[in-house]
């Protein structure tokens, strides 16, 4: 093989490259506006949007690490100064709903992050768009009744840590942009309980026997049982705390309105 054809060869491959490369860079000015900060280190939010199956390339794990954290502390800290009489247990409850994954997951498909995410894994994709289509039905929350890919929340995480780690730890820079990103902030008008929680609350102040029946395994249901009368039913088969979440809430609404068992 002649040095000339070796030098034609390497000069096609870096013909082919330039494309990627310029798509990379674009994309990385464009999630700048998105997020509204100019990164130093460019390549900090290039690893934010990196899942752990893009091969050749550091993931976001160690940023999401530090930016779980971060958002933790800056939500703690927000909330304590804006409700000063809620007490501890309700200021828990409202931080977490206001970073839980579903929370975070809803802000990365409203700001688009999920379109940049570099991944080889083709079950993602489809979770992502089976929970963007989910979201219509749910404009706030849905309290435990969809699933939410935690990749999603994940990158959330990821960029509030790269910004963090960009800013020289500066908590004011990465508050700027977290305190946008999750607008509308949940607050305690708007707290719901859990499904579940909710079912046993309403059955106690009923006097209601409640039972649950777990058919998971086999199904992918659960069923619910009031005064040994089947009056909800739930079913994902992905996960069993979704398929239980909505057996409560059909359980919750056919006591509320009076409806007769399944």
């Given at each position: 093989m002649t040095d000339k054809f070796l030098t034609a060869i390497k000069a096609k491959i870096k013909v082919m490259r330039l494309p990627e490369e310029n798509k990379s860079s674009a994309s990385i000015e464009e999630m700048e506006k998105i997020i509204g900060y100019k990164f130093k280190k460019k390549i900090l939010l290039q690893q934010a949007f990196t899942h752990p199956s893009f091969h050749g390339s550091e993931s976001y794990e160690r940023l999401e690490y530090v930016g779980d954290s971060i958002l933790n502390f800056l939500i703690s800290k927000q909330q304590f100064f804006m409700?000063?009489?809620l007490p501890p247990g309700s200021l828990t409850a409202?931080?977490?709903?206001?970073?839980?994954?579903e929370k975070?997951?809803?802000?990365?498909?409203?700001?688009?992050?999920?379109?940049?995410?570099?991944?080889?894994?083709?079950?993602l994709s489809k979770q992502i768009r089976v929970f963007t289509r989910a979201l219509g039905k749910y404009p706030l929350h849905s309290y435990g009744l969809i699933d939410a890919p935690k990749t999603l929340a994940d990158i959330?995480?990821?960029?509030?840590?790269?910004?963090?780690v960009d800013s020289n730890s500066s908590i004011d820079a990465t508050?700027?942009?977290?305190?946008?990103?999750?607008?509308?902030?949940?607050?305690?008008?708007?707290?719901q309980k859990n499904p579940v929680r909710k079912l046993n609350e309403l059955c106690h102040k009923k006097k209601l026997k409640v039972r649950f029946r777990d058919k998971w395994l086999k199904e992918g249901v659960y069923e619910v049982f009031i005064d040994n009368k089947l009056r909800g039913r739930g079913e994902y088969?992905?996960?069993?705390?979704?398929?239980?979440?909505r057996a409560a809430?059909?359980?919750?609404n056919n006591i509320i309105n009076g409806r007769d068992e399944h």
């Open positions: 409700y000063p009489d409202l931080r977490a709903a206001n970073v839980d994954t975070l997951a809803r802000v990365a498909v409203k700001y688009n992050f999920h379109k940049y995410i570099r991944h080889e894994n083709p079950t959330v995480e990821s960029t509030l840590g790269a910004i963090y508050w700027e942009v977290a305190k946008i990103l999750l607008e509308p902030m949940i607050t305690p008008e708007m707290l088969q992905a996960k069993k705390e979704i398929a239980l979440n809430e059909d359980a919750c």
